[in-house]
């Protein structure tokens, strides 16, 4: 049962613009949402991550928006560039624990 | 060196085979996890250790089993591999209190033919 939904699947963006990913999450009992950026034949590495008490994180182009009511977190990734170009994962931990449960994921394309 | 170590990087066996995929670990966290992705459904836990001596089942655990011989390494095997455990494997370790980062390692490519 997928307690992490991730949209969208696929995604083309043009060098420059804004790309953006979401993800919802429907259990309640989660204390921490990183995302995490794999390169083709790569393991994923963390980008950037959030605790619920926070409504927003910056570092760099990368932000998370972070929306505990909605049960909802995106990433937004500004001024796109073509080496961004990667899957992207967004995770949370269940409280209390050190385990992950993952989105599907979403592979980013940025057009040079 | 890499951190995080899996061996073998690419395996292609036959249905019925027995096979074993390795993790090494050098950040000496007592944490370990495999993980394997597949498109579409992104990456699913298969077993998880705290320690040495807390080996725990993830979400697709049947039909593979774990050992964890010391701190830093972690084993996967599947007993009787079958054509719907092809897939990417992923080892990952994660140390501390609180906040925490998953170190991945590279990935195995297992194919059952």
């Known amino acids: 049962q997928q307690q992490v939904k991730q949209s969208p699947q696929s995604l083309i963006v043009q060098k420059g613009g804004i790309s953006i990913i979401n993800c919802a999450y429907e259990n309640t009992a989660f204390d921490y949402f990183p995302w995490y950026q794999q390169f083709p034949g790569k393991g994923p590495a963390l980008l950037i991550a959030i605790r619920p008490d926070v409504s927003e994180k910056k570092e760099g182009r990368f932000t998370i928006s972070f929306n505990k009511s909605a049960k909802q977190f995106s990433l937004h990734i500004m001024d796109s560039q073509p080496g961004d170009s990667a899957t992207y994962f967004c995770?949370?931990?269940?409280?209390?624990?050190?385990?992950?449960?993952f989105g599907t994921g979403t592979r980013l394309k940025v057009l040079a | 060196d890499a951190d995080v170590t899996q061996t073998p990087r690419n395996r292609i066996t036959k249905t019925g085979k027995r096979i074993m995929l390795e993790c090494s670990q050098t950040k000496g966290h007592d944490r370990m996890y495999w993980y394997r992705q597949d498109p579409g459904l992104g990456l699913r836990l298969i077993y998880y250790s705290f320690d040495v001596k807390d080996i725990n089942k993830g979400e697709i655990s049947d039909g593979y089993s774990v050992s964890r011989q010391a701190q830093a390494k972690f084993s996967l095997s599947l007993e009787s591999a079958i054509p719907n455990q092809t897939a990417l494997y992923f080892c990952?370790?994660?140390?501390?209190?609180?906040?925490?980062?998953?170190?991945f390692g590279p990935g195995t490519r297992l194919t059952v033919l």
């Open positions: 990952a370790t994660s140390g501390g209190v609180g906040i925490d980062t998953q170190y």
């Open positions: 995770a949370a931990r269940s409280s209390g624990t050190y385990k992950y449960i």
